[in-house]
Nanobody, 128 residues
Framework: QVQLVESGGGSVRPGESLRLSCEAS????????IGWFRQAPGKERVGVSC??????AKYYADSVKGRFTISRDKDTVSLQMDSLKPEDTGVYYC???????????????????????WGQGTQATVST
């Protein structure tokens, strides 16, 4: 089973950028739909962006459209986060589901499936 490792979090000011990466420490990401999820303190984990196996389909939450860009290349899935806002603060998790889950479904609810594979998370903090 693939194991996921996130990197790229940090502390920035509003308007600045961060680039998160999700890599496979074991196995390959190539047969997985991949998503990025954010969990703010005291709140539920929510889908931010998801990408299909071929990168032909991408989903963005309304709150990040036009500011975040998801991409994948071989065994790395990246999330470029521009024009960051304080409400983007949280722990960002990378998740993988084998097969051809529709990206909007994965980001909306199927990430709760028991067979979803999760990384350990990376903290992103946006504050003045």
């Amino acid at each position: 089973q693939v194991q996921l490792v996130e990197s790229g979090g940090g502390s920035v000011r509003p308007g600045e950028s961060l680039r998160l990466s999700c890599e496979a420490s074991e196995g390959t990401l190539r047969q997985y739909v991949i998503g990025w999820f954010r969990q703010a303190p005291g709140k539920e984990r929510v889908g931010v962006s998801c990408i299909s196996i071929t990168a032909g389909a991408k989903y963005y939450a309304d709150s990040v459209k036009g500011r975040f860009t998801i991409s994948r290349d071989k065994d790395t899935v990246s999330l470029q986060m521009d024009s960051l806002k304080p409400e983007d603060t949280g722990v960002y998790y990378c998740a993988a589901q084998v097969g051809h889950t529709a990206v909007q479904n994965m980001c909306a609810h199927t990430f709760r499936r028991a067979d979803t594979i999760w990384g350990q998370g990376t903290q992103a903090t946006v504050s003045t």
